[in-house]
């Protein structure tokens, strides 16, 4: 794998190479060709999901002096969500430098978006452990530069959970709070190759259930029939 490439495509060039090569191995293929799932990108994952919202939230500080706070955060949540994160990912090429199972090679994991969007706080959470806050933040500002002037410019397609949470809002006055939260009421399969379903509750009751292969992707998944169902309600 020419990883120098990936480098210039991300604007940063890693002194630890072994961390950005981690950072593009899936599980599926940790398990089948290293033997061990915790091989793959999960960990770096974790620890990108926040250094990409800390990051973006500073971005957004400097840049909107004037906003209030449920501006800045709305924003945040609009650039730093699953659907914006694969997205960008996916016109940057990030997905062609994913090591992948062959199994999930062949069912079109190189395309899911869910995968891309792991990848990519991945690839932040090991620059940030090879260079710092600053590596970890010119990674976001290269990669997410267009999807912030997009969020800005109020042409970036909300995500599910964002669509399904604006719109009950605007409910409210007639409707009350819905009062909106998720639960993971199943998992299956091994832990290299899991399922999850999602519940989606709103109103105190049961609105919505949907699946994939992560936990964001099975939330997504439900908060989409959710929004389906109270898109057509009236």
Do not use: W
């Not at 290293?34 to 990409?52: H, I, K």
């Not at 964002?162 to 006055?173: D, F, I, K, V, W």
């Amino acid at each position: 794998m020419e990883l120098s490439k990936l480098e210039q495509i991300i604007g940063y060039e890693f002194r630890d190479k072994q961390l950005l090569q981690r950072a593009v191995t899936h599980s599926s293929y940790a398990n089948e060709k290293l033997g061990s799932p915790g091989e793959g990108n999960e960990r770096l994952e974790f620890l990108g999901d926040a250094v990409l919202g800390a990051c973006v939230g500073l971005q957004l500080y400097n840049r909107y002096t004037d906003k209030e706070e449920g501006y800045l955060t709305k924003m945040r949540a609009s650039i730093v969500c699953e659907r914006s994160l694969g997205n960008a990912g996916k016109k940057l090429g990030i997905n062609e430098f994913l090591l992948l199972s062959r199994g999930e090679e062949s069912g079109g994991g190189r395309d899911r978006i869910s995968i891309i969007a792991d990848c990519m706080e991945a690839i932040i959470g090991a620059a940030y452990l090879d260079g710092g806050f600053d590596a970890a933040n010119a990674v976001v500002r290269k990669c997410l530069s267009e999807t912030a002037h997009l969020c800005e410019s109020g042409k970036l397609p909300k995500d599910a959970k964002t669509a399904l949470q604006e719109l009950l809002s605007h409910r409210a006055a007639e409707d009350g709070d819905p009062q909106i939260r998720y639960e993971i009421v199943s998992e299956s399969g091994p832990d290299h190759a899991k399922i999850f379903t999602s519940a989606v509750y709103a109103y105190g009751k049961a609105a919505g259930e949907g699946s994939g292969k992560s936990k964001k992707e099975a939330e997504q998944q439900a908060a989409a029939a959710a929004l389906e169902r109270f898109q057509t309600k009236r």
